[in-house]
């Protein structure tokens, strides 16, 4: 953990450089940093950015494609919102500390409304995307399927009370469910396929093509 660490502090140093001189002040005078994502799981690629998670003196939140920086005041730790986020619950259980393990570690936990504010952005969004579904291109329709099915995998994580991995560790997920011989599918609503497939035939109008999920 200690070489990982060093390793992520170096390259929140390189990066750190290119950014406001308000921002540098900020991620100094920052009681705890976190690394989560991608980097703290090492699963980068070239585009991924880093994620930096600190605790200081103003909310704030902070973004380029190189890093994204989202700072809370230590009152904010405690809270009930917060402790029971998908955000605290995935920082404490893939984010690397470059310093000593923060204590509200100990304290986060998913809890149902985490799960219920998901899915009430997942419903809003497939809404949304219903209205510009027919004039998107074939492209950005692929995108969006990858988006809801990545959202309801978060999703059903949550209702199972786990933290929310990165990214990437969701899509190798999928990738060793296709590699496995499937038991055959009823297509039920309550799996996470077959509420892809209700969100999409409600999008399309015309039922979506079959997207292997879990």
């Not at 699963?43 to 950015?49: A, K, P």
């Not at 985490?114 to 950005?140: F, P, Q, T, V």
């Not at 999703?155 to 011989?181: A, F």
Request: aromatic letters at 8%; proline letters at 5%; a positive charge.
């Amino acid at each position: 953990m200690e070489k990982a660490a060093e390793r992520l502090k170096g390259i929140l140093e390189e990066r750190a450089r290119l950014l406001a001189p308000e921002i540098q002040r900020r991620l100094r005078l920052a009681s705890q940093v976190v690394i989560f994502g991608s980097f703290a799981a090492c699963v980068e690629t070239r585009s991924s950015d880093l994620d930096v998670f600190c605790v200081g003196e103003y909310r704030t939140h902070f973004k380029t494609p190189a890093i994204e920086i989202l700072i809370l005041p230590e009152y904010d730790l405690y809270s009930d919102l917060w402790l029971g986020s998908e955000l605290a619950s995935h920082i404490s259980s893939y984010g690397i500390p470059l310093d000593s393990r923060p204590d509200w570690f100990g304290h986060a936990a998913v809890t149902s409304a985490a799960a219920d504010r998901k899915e009430r952005r997942i419903n809003a969004y497939a809404r949304s995307l219903e209205m510009y579904w027919h004039g998107l291109g074939s492209g950005a329709k692929y995108r969006y399927e990858i988006k809801i099915r990545r959202e309801l995998q978060r999703l059903q994580l949550l209702r199972n009370g786990e933290p929310v991995p990165p990214t990437l560790l969701l899509d190798r997920k999928i990738e060793l469910l296709r590699n496995r011989v499937a038991a055959p599918n009823t297509g039920a609503p309550d799996s996470l396929e077959g509420r892809f497939r209700t969100i999409f035939a409600g999008i399309t109008g015309t039922g979506a093509r079959r997207i292997e999920c879990v």
